[in-house]
């Protein structure tokens, strides 16, 4: 579903991501941890195209993401092809990003009518289904400054799911909320996880979340993965002292 194929990512002379190469099965619940600035955030902001590579190719569901194909030959992606590329992902950010003056209900709407041409009913009856499922069902004429955070973040998650997406990119979801608020947050993504096939890539420092929902955990250090395995094995047994050091000061 996605592939990392020798990707470089610099800002100036900082290489952030150096020369990475990692695969992604469809379905997969991937997370990825590793300290603060070890390139977590660049590589799910490449997905999302706000950023560019400087050499490598990425490949989602088979095909060249940040690339397209002309005359036979891997060119860099026109804006055009990045437009249509990325409506395969959705995105849920630390600060929920909700559309202020628009109802729950117009937030949930606004992309698929707009974007994919949806009709408003067919939009609407969808909206519904997923504010049923992030426990909201009830809240589809409130305006997200009525919302408590958690509230607002679920909003954002049926948001992201309302153009189904076949990727869905997760970062550090909830970091911003309030300790009492990040338990019902978690607990509608573990359901999507559970309910659904959708690929999901998660960036959190919940790690008894990444153990719950994950397959597979990628320890990241200075743009490379360090290690990369099912999550009993990078919490229980981790293969670098690196990591074992990352956990005992996050856990
Ligand atoms: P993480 O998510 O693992 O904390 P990031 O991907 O956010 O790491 O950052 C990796 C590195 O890239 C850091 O050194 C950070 O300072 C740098 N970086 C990220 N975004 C930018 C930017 N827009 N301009 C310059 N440097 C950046």
């Not at 990475?20 to 603060?36: C, N």
């Not at 397209?68 to 950010?93: C, D, H, N, T, W």
């Not at 970091?175 to 959708?198: F, K, M, Q, Y």
Request: aromatic share 6%.
């Amino acid at each position: 579903m996605i592939r990392f194929d020798n990707v470089l990512k610099r800002f100036g002379d900082n290489v952030v991501l150096d020369h990475l190469d990692f695969a992604i099965d469809r379905g997969e619940r991937v997370t990825l941890i590793g300290p603060s600035g070890s390139g977590k955030t660049t590589i799910l902001r490449l997905l999302m195209t706000l950023e560019t590579l400087n050499d490598g190719v990425i490949w989602v569901g088979g095909q060249p993401f940040s690339h397209e194909q002309r005359r036979g030959k891997l060119v860099p992606a026109s804006e055009k092809y990045l437009r249509v590329a990325r409506r395969r992902i959705g995105m849920v950010f630390q600060h929920f990003n909700l559309f202020p003056n628009m109802t729950v209900m117009e937030n949930l709407t606004e992309a698929p009518v707009h974007v994919l041409g949806r009709d408003k009913a067919t939009a609407r009856d969808r909206a519904r289904e997923l504010l049923d499922l992030v426990g909201l069902a009830d809240k589809e004429n409130a305006h997200p400054t009525q919302l408590s955070g958690g509230q607002q973040q679920r909003v954002a998650i049926a948001r992201a799911l309302a153009m189904d997406p076949e990727i869905l990119l997760l970062d550090e979801v909830t970091s911003a909320l309030d300790p009492e608020l990040v338990v019902g947050v978690l607990n509608v993504l573990r359901d999507i996880a559970s309910n659904t096939d959708i690929t999901m890539l998660i960036v959190t420092h919940e790690m008894q979340f990444a153990r719950d929902v994950s397959d597979r955990v990628m320890m990241f250090d200075k743009g490379r993965v360090l290690e990369d395995g099912p999550p009993e094995q990078i919490f229980t047994d981790p293969a670098h002292e690196r990591t074992r050091s990352f956990l005992k000061a996050v856990v």
